[in-house]
């Protein structure tokens, strides 16, 4: 059994990262706040303890867990397309998360697949041909807390989520620098997080070539202008377009090409969906064992960010809106119903960042005095939509059933 | 690692209020040390709330059993029953 000792060490090295020049990080707590963040379902047990917390160049966020750290992003925080550095969410498995420096920092690229290998400072990353892409990126288990019955996990509402310009090298352009043999089928991620107890297995992730050689899948340096947050991924994270957050590799330190499956356990039995079950088109061939599959790209998805379920509004035109997303085919059209689903209206269409970014939309409300509902559905340029009941799944992914919200007005 | 848990140590002598962990009060009952010494060396406390309460007995055991097999977590077997027996009382079903 481990000590109590090494865990509190663990847990001291992690709150403490890169905070004031004392290294003292400023918690928040705001338990009252926190438990009104939550989105409606979640079970009922984070009441219990949750509180929001500010990180060091954080603005407050939905403390899940501290250790490994998982900070969800309350709805205020998805007004914008773009969502800011301080107000993304957080989410590690591993608990120790070391302060890297930028410059002793290297990625290690190779592997049996590569015809040789290779060392990256961040200096050299920024010296190759810079890209910027504007990307969501969801959690694969975003809304995993909604699941009816409930699956365990980290009980995410609908915060664990965010969308970034993100600016980098291309991985295709790192991985011509060693060159891949004919039979690479994989390349393999690691991240300078670790776990405390050393049998625990690393966090280790795996792309198909096909969807690594892809011009937006990035090593990225920047968010927003920015350097990465420490919490993001800082000095460089694998950015995965259209792909669910458990590929975005953070604090990456080696790319690996292989000539066989990765076999680690974050690829399996982890993040696997039952095959047949969803209606995605990016296939992960040489990690589909049945009876599942990798989690590949995101569903189509929106959210009403304009008001909670239950808000008071004053009758007469109310403007409801909010974001919608999918895996990279982009939105073609959000529609919304006032009459349980019977009836649907096209909302208006925001700003478009690209196909891989949150679309903004909004609706002009009529409300009647009393309870209006309002149900929102995205649709994607092929045609996908959401689903009217959960596709209940053991990890609890892909949850894009349509919110169906009450606006009360007076 | 050793060293990296030695170098947490030492800061935590220099700097007490490093430590400034999320605060979880689980409830008291039998087993909650072998909850306390065993799963919160490695995680949150909070993950136990937060999957509260939907688990039965047998949804606990899977989640212990994968601590060890899978997260090689080294629980000792009374221990494992004591974990499971006192999150099925107290935050089960």
């Known amino acids: 059994m481990l000590t109590r000792r090494s865990l509190l060490g663990a847990a001291g090295a992690t709150a403490a990262f890169g905070g004031s ?135 995410w509402g609908y915060g664990a989520m965010g969308c970034a310009r993100w600016k980098g090298a291309r991985l295709k352009d790192v991985l011509a620098m060693v060159g891949l043999k004919p039979e690479a089928i994989e390349i393999a991620f690691n991240g300078a997080d670790s776990p405390i107890y050393d049998k625990t297995p690393d966090f280790i992730k795996s792309l198909p070539v096909w969807k690594a050689m892809d011009e937006s899948t990035l090593i990225a340096y920047e968010m927003n202008g920015a350097p990465l947050p420490h919490f993001n991924g800082f000095p460089a994270r694998l950015i995965v377009p259209g792909w669910t957050g458990t590929y975005w590799m953070k604090h990456l330190i080696s790319v690996t090409a292989l000539t066989k499956p990765q076999g680690g356990f974050w690829m399996n039995p982890a993040y696997r969906i039952p095959i047949g079950k969803f209606p995605v088109v990016a296939r992960f061939t040489s990690q589909e064992y049945a009876p599942n599959t990798p989690i590949t790209e995101m569903v189509v998805n929106s959210l009403i960010t304009s008001h909670r379920d239950g808000a008071k509004v004053k009758r007469g035109k109310v403007t409801v809106g909010g974001l919608a997303w999918d895996g990279g085919y982009g939105i073609r059209t959000v529609e919304v119903s006032t009459d349980g689903g019977k009836s649907w209206t096209d909302a208006t269409l925001g700003q478009d960042l690209g196909r891989f970014a949150f679309r903004p939309w909004s609706f002009e409300l009529n409300a009647k005095r009393g309870k209006n509902t309002i149900m929102a559905n995205a649709i994607n340029t092929i045609g996908q939509t959401q689903t009217a009941t959960l596709i209940w799944n053991p990890a609890g992914y892909h949850n894009n059933v349509m919110q169906n919200i009450t606006l009360d007005a007076s | 690692m050793r060293r990296f848990l030695c170098a947490c140590v030492a800061m935590m002598i220099a700097v007490p209020a490093l430590a400034q962990e999320q605060q979880i009060k689980l409830k008291a009952g039998p087993g909650l040390d072998k909850v306390e010494g065993n799963c919160g060396a490695c995680h949150s406390l909070a993950y136990i709330e937060m999957n509260s309460p939907f688990l039965d007995h047998a949804g606990w055991q899977a989640e212990v059993t994968k601590m060890i097999k899978a997260m090689g977590a080294p629980i000792p077997d009374d221990d494992a029953k004591a974990i499971v027996e006192y999150l099925t009382k107290n935050y089960g079903t």
Do not use: W
């Not at chain 1, 969800?72 to 998360?97: G, M």
């Not at chain 1, 060392?119 to 890209?131: F, G, I, Q, S, V």
């Not at chain 1, 694969?140 to 409930?150: C, E």
């Open chain 1, 21 to 155: 020049a004392l290294g003292l990080p400023k918690l928040l707590f705001a338990a009252e706040s926190a438990s009104a963040e939550l989105s409606p379902g979640v079970p009922a047990g984070i009441k219990s303890y949750v509180t929001m917390a500010t990180l060091p160049g954080k603005k407050p966020l939905i403390q899940l867990s501290d250790r490994g750290p998982n900070y969800e992003a309350p709805l205020e925080y998805f007004r914008t397309p773009i969502t800011p550095n301080d107000e993304f969410f957080i989410r590690y498995h591993l608990s120790v998360i070391p302060q890297i420096d930028a410059k002793t920092y290297k990625i290690e690229v190779g592997g049996d697949g590569a015809n040789g290998q290779t060392e990256l400072t961040l200096d050299d990353l920024k010296k190759m041909p810079a890209y910027e892409v504007v990307a969501v990126n969801q959690c694969s288990g975003n809304r995993r807390g909604l699941s009816n019955p409930h699956v365990a996990g980290v009980e």
